[in-house]
């Protein structure tokens, strides 16, 4: 086992690291308090390689690996997780998709787009009655020859109003069941196409998360990813490396909380000294620590098994399962570490508390992670 970094892949944890620190932090907690989507932020990550990490320079893309992708994203959901699921959803569900799967035309018109920030991708799977059962698809694309009616409703987009381009899961032959599902490349501006009112979420207020409705949407055949049918292995596929993204932002917000209430521990004074020094608190620093070691250790596995080519289901869900229950652990720690200051939101830690519970839930709830790592494991 080798557990050192390159030197690369230590550049490229630097840069995010001063991204974050530099760019991301001021304005965090206003973007949370109003839900303002982080344009400027958005597309500065565009600029610096953050929206297209892992995709071939060929399409304009970093070509890192994903040992790098999870470095990255680690640093910057330190600071500020609305930002860091912007940059997962691109870089994990739209563009490795895109270029695992998608033609050379598609790749041409879109991905070169994508991994720059000149376009933000969006994901399209949940529905009303489709979320971790996702072969229910109630999204309709009748096929008509050269193109698809697109019909439907879709919920809890990522990326819903600032993307521009959707990658959206429909059923096209219901008697097929999930073999009968399509991905289809839907444009912002198709005829059709509403994107419906903003969520007012607990947590990652700085994302935009919205539903969309179509209705007699047209797509182009060309638009189809894969051969007819292949939807619902493209989502699985996709999702199966979106969990390492959610994975390492849920580590990136421990490791936020934890680094927090290290400092404030110092600082902080009670019955005379600092309250670093009462065994109390050190006890919860060391089990942060610890639990944080083994998420990124998890992590970095799942990211490892994924740049080696090697099945990724199980190690991926595990990450994600662990890191998010890390996640969720250490926030809540953190504002109990801080105390009454805690609870205010100038110190951060009840941002990450809130914005930790959503990596037990999207992109594949911890049931269902325990469900991919169960059947993985009893083959």
């Not at 020859?145 to 697109?150: A, E, K, N, R």
């Not at 801080?338 to 709830?365: L, N, S, W």
Request: proline fraction near 2%.
């Amino acid at each position: 086992m080798n557990f050192q970094l390159t030197e690369e892949q230590l550049a490229v944890q630097a840069a995010a690291r001063d991204f974050a620190q530099n760019e991301l932090w001021a304005g965090v907690i206003e973007r949370d308090e109003h839900q303002k989507f982080p344009a400027e932020q958005v597309k500065k990550m565009g600029e610096l390689g953050f929206l297209g990490m892992m995709v071939s320079p060929e399409y304009g893309g970093g070509g890192m690996d994903t040992v790098s992708y999870v470095l990255a994203m680690e640093e910057i959901s330190k600071v500020d997780a609305s930002c860091s699921v912007i940059m997962s959803v691109n870089n994990s569900l739209v563009c490795w998709g895109l270029e695992k799967y998608g033609t050379e035309e598609q790749k041409q018109k879109y991905l070169t787009k994508l991994t720059t920030g000149e376009m933000i991708g969006a994901f399209c799977l949940s529905e009303p009655e489709a979320g971790s059962d996702a072969t229910m698809q109630r999204t309709t694309a009748e096929d008509k020859g050269d193109h698809y009616l697109l019909n439907g409703t879709k919920n809890w987009i990522t990326n819903g109003s600032s993307a521009s381009v959707y990658l959206v899961i429909a059923q096209t032959n219901p008697e097929l069941k999930h073999r009968g599902i399509n991905a289809l490349i839907v444009e912002r501006d198709t005829p059709g196409f509403v994107v419906g009112p903003k969520e007012n979420k607990l947590g990652i207020r700085g994302s935009d998360t919205h539903s969309l409705m179509f209705t007699d949407v047209k797509v182009p055949k060309e638009n189809r990813i894969g051969e007819d049918g292949f939807g619902f292995k493209f989502a699985m596929q996709v999702l199966a490396g979106g969990r390492i993204g959610i994975a390492s932002q849920a580590l990136g917000i421990a490791s936020g909380a934890y680094e927090l209430s290290v400092k404030y521990s110092k600082e902080r004074k009670a019955f005379g000294v600092p309250i670093s020094q009462h065994q109390a608190i050190q006890f919860k620093l060391a089990d942060m620590a610890t639990n944080i070691d083994a998420a990124r250790l998890l992590c970095l596995q799942a990211a490892h098994d994924k740049d080696a080519h090697r099945d990724y289901a199980k190690s991926g869900a595990m990450a994600k399962l662990f890191a998010s229950k890390v996640a969720m652990d250490t926030a809540v720690e953190a504002v109990q570490v801080h105390g009454g200051y805690g609870f205010v939101k100038e110190f951060h830690v009840e941002r990450m508390m809130r914005d930790a519970k959503i990596t037990q839930i999207y992109e594949g709830t911890s049931e269902i992670q325990k469900i991919v790592i169960s059947r993985e494991i009893l083959k």
